[in-house]
């Protein structure tokens, strides 16, 4: 079992910048990919970014070129830095391994609370 503890989210204008971290428990979290998910009020929870163990990453077209993800497996952390936020990245964000963020099977944490507003 893996447990995940999201932190660094906030309330920030429109254009402001966040840095949002995860630290994961359990030793399968260092040799995984892993990723962030975002929850707008009224939506699925869906993939913002991925990154595997081996440095490779992935975005949503909606967050490219403003998100960087990135891990520490020394650590057993991985960040997501969010610079130009606007509103429509308001959310709760959650980190994990890769999984289908649908699915009702995922255990999830509980998330950092991101409010993008003016």
């Known amino acids: 079992q893996v447990y995940f503890v999201e932190s660094g989210g906030g309330l920030v204008q429109p254009g402001g910048s966040l840095t949002l971290s995860c630290a994961a428990s359990?030793?399968?979290?260092?040799?995984?990919?892993k990723a962030w998910y975002r929850q707008a009020p009224g939506n699925q929870r869906e993939l913002a970014a991925s990154?595997?163990?081996?440095?490779?990453?992935n975005y949503a077209d909606s967050v490219k070129g403003r998100f960087t993800i990135s891990r520490d497996n020394t650590k057993n952390t991985v960040y997501l830095q969010m610079n130009n936020l606007k509103p429509e990245d308001t959310g709760v964000y959650y980190c994990?391994?890769?999984?289908?963020?649908?699915?009702?099977?995922?255990?999830w944490g509980q998330g950092t609370q991101v409010t993008v507003s003016s």
């Open positions: 994990n391994v890769i999984v289908d963020p649908a699915s009702p099977h995922i255990s």
């Open positions: 359990g030793n399968m979290f260092r040799t995984t990919s």
């Open positions: 990154i595997t163990n081996g440095g490779i990453t």
